[in-house]
């Protein structure tokens, strides 16, 4: 069984590298709208904001640090939320793209993908007529040709340069079963230690489905291979977000939202901010008789290296 915990862990995804400009108004993409909504998604019960960042012109993703760094020293200066920089970047990025701007920031925790995979996006873009911007519409037509390269090769140099260099911890993002084996790997080699964070991620075209019964295999799975030494986090797409992350929660794990996995608070209805989505998963694992842990607490739990010794 993963590790017991007695306080829920909410991670917020506020901007990412999947949805465009066009699909919702309230997705942030300039520094100053990305830092405004990150402290108030930390202010409604987040204990982790998973970042990345965009051009502020045309809100495309980018992997500049000089953008990151119009943030997040913002974030860090008005709130004592865990910055998780993204290493996963963008579409098309390169692996030394993506690493960019977590070496300079040097963050108490980074995303890790953990494996190569069909990442598609191209069936969100029969849904528009028309574009905010000219690169939306080919950057997800595109997906329908790409593999999102996460080899063994470069998890094992995100782990050497991030990890052992520069004191970081990763939220392991698993698309599918063989993502888990992928990481026992590691952990099997001692290259990655306990506790460690696993993010289930389920709804993805060209990971697993968003099946109830997944989650529970995929948690199985990670009970068998990890025992007690790992805490784990359900992460739903779209219309999955609250159900997932509500499952999670009943069966003793963390939750994810954000803007970046869903544009939605409910069925048919947007959200106006990544806090919405913060604040109505916090009444749910309230309800359900949790209480949510505060960055202090999800510091301990995760063993993090503390806020002082990062890069920005």
Partial sequence: MAARQDKVIISCAVTGAIHTPTMSDALPYRPEDIARQSIEAAEAGAAILH????????????????????????????????????????MKMTVDERLKAPLVARPEMCSLNMGSMNFAL??????????????????????????FRNTFRDIARIIEQLGKGEGVRFEHECYDVGHLYNLAHFVDRKVIEPPFFIQLIFGILGGIGADMRNLMFMKETADRLFGDSYRWSVLGAGRHQMPFGTQAVMMGGNVRVGLEDSLYIGKGKFATSNAEQVAKIRRIVEELGHEVATPAEARQMLALKGVDSVGF
Avoid: C
């Avoid at 965009?54 to 992997?63: A, E, H, K, L």
């Avoid at 969100?124 to 911007?133: G, P, S, V």
């Fill in 122 to 147: 191209f069936p969100l873009a029969d849904r528009y007529e028309t574009w905010k911007f000219d690169w939306e519409d080919g950057y997800l037509r595109s997906t329908d040709d790409y593999i």
């Fill in 51 to 90: 970042l990345h960042a965009r051009d502020p012109q045309t809100g495309r993703p980018t992997p500049d640090p000089a953008v990151f760094m119009q943030f997040l020293p913002v974030i860090k200066q008005s709130t004592d939320a865990i910055l998780n920089i993204t290493t996963g970047g963008g």
